[in-house]
Structure formats: structure tokens, C-alpha cells
């Protein structure tokens, strides 16, 4: 079975641009999350989906949405691109929205120019 | 809100050795989970290990185990035999029962396993 796959792999963008990340869980699973891992740092949660609602939402400004699909695939969304944007985005599915642990994708590394 | 915390940096280790990292963590919470997860170069994060803190019983995988204390908010890592596919990040995470999908995150461990 295919794990937790990412696209695209690596992005380069300007600032002020926007851009869409996209994530596919694991067959079956049906909860999303993603996360935010600035060079040398531990990921930081953004936003967990479940059955295509919003569980939660880390401490991250109204540029950075998300959605899921009837698939349960999930794409982030970040507008207005600012340096500090340039970050690993994981991805993790689970089959639950309480459901541990989650399985991560390989990541999208995305450079603001 | 909880807190986690890696105070190592980077660490070596000869190959065949054990090796323990350190993991302290703030909560107010009663019941939670703990995990280990290992990063490589390749980025993808892969789950080492797990603790559920209503058990007093230390989780063990193979050559990884745990010391959880759960009164002195610790959770250490100890990898026994080192192998150089252990050379990796690794991070200490924590998360409140029941609210999968939103795991708290250490700054991470440069662990290098040296032949």
C-alpha cells in the first residue's frame, strides 16, 4: 500500500505569491494534518482535517488555509508568500480524527525568493 | 498550553554503543501520549516509539526504549547496539488524549552514530 504521498516535492516562489500544496493519505485513513518545519527546528501543527472539517488550527495567520476532499486528500493553501514561509510542509495522516500514531508524507520544501 | 523540550542539540556515538536522549515536557494534562520520531535526510518523519502515560510500564521496540516519568515530565530515549542507519534527528513529541492529529514537537536531537 502507497504511504502518505506529497506534491510537489520541492517548490520555489516570490514573495507575494501564492501557492497550494497537496497531500493523499493512506488509503483509509481519513484524518489530515499539517505541519510547518522551519530549517533546524521541530514541525509546528497548522491545521487538522477529519471527514472534511476543521478539528484544529495551530497559531498560524489567515494566509495559511487548508481543505479536504470527499477522497480525504487535503491541499494547504498559503497567500501573500513572505520569507519566513520558506519551511518543510508535512503532511500526516491517521485513521481517526483521535486515532494515534500519524504517518508522514516525505514533506514539500517550499524557498520564497 | 504544553511545552516540549530537547536541551541536546547534537550527539555522537560509536557504532554498537547505547546512547540516551534527553526529553522534558509541560503539561497540565492527566492523560496524554509521548513519542519519539526519527527524522533522516530523506525528511520523511517515521515514528519510533510511543508511551502512554496511564501506563507505568516503560515502552520497549526492539533496540529502542524509553525512560518515562511521568512526575518529572521526562521521557528519554536509549538506543541500544547503534547503527549507522540510527545517524538521524530525532524528536520528542506530545499529545493530549484524545486530539489526534495535532502532536507538539521538541526542536530535535542530531544524533550521529560514528563507525
Known amino acids: 500500500d502507497a504511504g502518505v504521498t506529497q506534491s510537489p516535492t520541492h517548490l520555489i516562489k516570490t514573495r507575494g505569491q501564492h501557492v497550494t500544496l497537496r497531500c493523499s493519505p493512506i488509503?483509509?485513513?481519513?484524518?489530515v494534518s499539517w505541519y510547518q518545519q522551519v530549517l533546524g527546528q521541530g514541525p509546528q501543527f497548522i491545521f487538522q482535517?477529519?471527514?472534511?472539517?476543521?478539528?484544529g488550527r495551530g497559531n498560524f495567520p489567515d494566509r495559511f488555509s487548508a481543505r479536504q476532499f470527499p477522497n480525504y486528500s487535503s491541499e494547504l493553501n498559503v497567500n501573500a508568500l513572505l520569507l519566513g514561509d520558506s519551511a518543510l510542509y508535512l503532511c500526516?495522516?491517521?485513521?481517526?480524527?483521535?486515532?494515534?500514531?500519524?504517518?508522514f508524507g516525505d514533506g514539500t520544501r517550499l524557498s520564497i525568493l | 498550553a504544553q511545552t516540549v523540550t530537547q536541551s541536546q542539540p547534537e550527539m555522537s556515538v560509536q557504532e554498537a554503543e547505547t546512547v540516551t536522549l534527553s526529553c522534558t515536557y509541560d503539561?497540565?494534562?492527566?492523560?496524554?501520549?509521548l513519542f519519539w520520531y526519527k527524522q533522516p535526510p530523506s525528511r520523511q518523519m517515521i515514528l519510533v516509539i510511543r508511551?502512554?502515560?496511564?501506563?507505568?510500564q516503560n515502552a520497549t521496540e526492539n533496540r529502542f526504549s524509553v525512560n518515562f516519568q511521568k512526575a518529572a515530565k521526562s521521557f528519554s530515549l536509549k538506543i541500544s547496539d547503534s547503527q549507522l542507519g540510527d545517524t538521524a534527528m530525532y524528536f520528542c513529541?506530545?499529545?493530549?488524549?484524545?486530539?489526534?492529529?495535532?502532536?507538539?514537537f521538541g526542536q530535535g536531537t542530531e544524533l550521529s552514530v560514528k563507525p
Open positions: 513529541a506530545f499529545m493530549k488524549y484524545n486530539q489526534g492529529g495535532k502532536l507538539i
Open positions: 508511551q502512554e502515560a496511564y501506563k507505568q
Open positions: 503539561t497540565s494534562e492527566s492523560n496524554y501520549y
Open positions: 488509503s483509509g485513513h481519513k484524518s
Open positions: 500526516a495522516s491517521s485513521w481517526s480524527s483521535k486515532d494515534q500514531p500519524q504517518h
Open positions: 482535517y477529519y471527514e472534511k472539517e476543521e478539528r
